[in-house]
């Protein structure tokens, strides 16, 4: 969605006040790591440029007392992705194994978000680690090979890991492991992997969905930089892209796909590859710290893997998720999938030509052979019609039907406005916020000059479901992967909203903010206003 990308703007912000407040403190270096790039053939992260400028501090390793260090983890997501509760769980179990002596400090889209293109994101992450810019790394298997990494390139061989069960005794076995290992020869230590996603065609197109090879003719396909998943669209007839502008379809995952605009299609039964996310260190860095040191790295990676492991959501209930909330899922006939393998074997082929790589493919292919499939998605469709049958008092009997806007302070003009207008292609006198309730439901979005921008037909911002107890208004958003709790006043035509709490919406629950320093700023500065009705007309 676009809050992610003007998120990115905040850590801008928020890094250069960083480095502000740590260039003139002393360091202590610990390792002889370089402080630049390697040369490669692949794209370059421009890091004056981006988010990818790490603190001045968090270049090298540091002290900040003596016997403790300090080691920078350059994430490619967000926060608020599902990688973040894995993050969150190996910073505190390296704080717990050490005592306290070994401190991980997270730095959250430090390559920039995915619309950085091929020298961001996740290649730019392993960029910054391979360089010694950042200590260690969390980013996708996929994107090792911009960087000429082949080793990880089997987890994407089309149509091989096509389940859970499958991706997960990968991640466990000594296929895992030889993959992690390969990393030595690129100056990286790989400490382990686990399994996120299974990657399905996504179609924003409504009612178009992308049911065979022939569907993706002539299509953009937001496609998250990778040699071998630009190398699969392409084959299949589309064009890759990585902005969310002007695409028709995606490579995506059912608990992903809230980064995509509209109410998309996923193909439930087509499967490309799965997603592993691999968290790795810098050679030379690791190699300065102490034996006991580097154990304890070692074990709170694997404590890590194995929560991320216990708590993955399956298939089955990942588009459950994702059609409660409106997306929906489709499936292809035995002969459309049994198509697309074989418009995908040149990209199999390919891949197998490493002989590293079609060794782990033969391994993978045994290990298959020996794993029970786990369940795969079914198909769904949205539950748009649950105001039928829902209790009106729920909704407060409809009394917030209708839009209501909030005209843009010139202070939050100048935060938003460049990048607004450079996404949408408006310029605007006046700049407006819109936030629409129809029955159950709610949506927002941005108003240019009276005009309410949309992308493939919706909003460019955020919408979802809601429910009214008492003075709290509580919405879920982001494909049902947020809930932002409100308190609302109502006086005449003005709508107060004040936000209380934020939650993410994960498998075993809400994991819940309520101190304001630690809820999405961006979030707020958007949704918290007072509101004055500009229609009855709840719909866009």
Known sequence: MYAHRLSHQFIVVML?????????????????????????????????????????????????????????????????????????EFVEQVKALSKGDLTIEPVWEAAGSTDAGPAGFEAGVIQLVQGGQA??????????????????????????????????????????????????SAGMVGLTLWPEDLRHPFSLIPEKPLLSPEDFAGLNIRTIPSDISYLLIETLGGSPVWRNTEIEGAESGLLQGASLSGNPTATGNVIFFPKFQVLFANSAAFDKLSEIQRTILREAAAATQKK???????????????????GTVVMA?????????AAAQPVFDKIEQDPINAELITEIRELKAQTPPSPGADSCAPTSQMSETLDPSTYANGILNGTWDYVMSEED???????????????????RIRMGFDNHEWWQGFVFDGELWLHNGVPEWDG?????????????????????????????????????????VIPTGLNCRDDRSQIDPIMIMVTEHTYIKSGDDGSY
């Open 464 to 504: 979802g479901t809601f429910r009214i107890e008492d003075d709290l208004l509580i919405q879920t958003g982001a494909q049902g992967q947020i809930q932002v709790t409100y308190t609302w006043v109502l006086n005449g035509d003005q709508l107060t909203l004040t936000v209380v709490e934020e939650c993410d």
């Open 333 to 341: 006939s035995e002969e459309q999938v049994a198509a697309f393998e």
């Open 16 to 88: 250069v006040l960083v480095i502000l407040a740590t260039a003139c403190a002393p360091q202590v270096d610990l390792t002889t790591t370089p402080t630049s790039l390697p040369a490669t053939s692949a794209p370059q992260v421009e890091l004056a440029a981006t988010a990818t400028s790490l603190p001045a501090s968090a270049t090298t390793t540091s002290v900040s007392s003596p016997g403790s260090v300090t080691l920078h983890l350059a994430v490619a997501d967000a926060g608020g992705r599902p990688s973040e509760a894995y993050v969150l």
């Open 135 to 184: 200590d260690l790394g969390l980013a996708g298997s996929r994107a090792f090979d911009i960087d000429g990494t082949t080793s990880f390139q089997a987890l994407q061989a089309p149509f091989l890991i096509t389940d859970d069960g499958l991706s997960t005794a990968v991640a466990t076995s000594d296929i895992g492991t030889r993959m992690l290992d390969s990393l030595s």
């Open 308 to 326: 991320a492991i216990a708590e993955h959501p399956s298939e089955v209930d990942a588009a459950t998720i994702w059609c409660n909330h409106k």
């Open 413 to 431: 003009r100048a935060f938003f406005e460049a990048d607004l207008e450079a996404e949408s292609g408006y310029e605007a006198d006046e700049l």
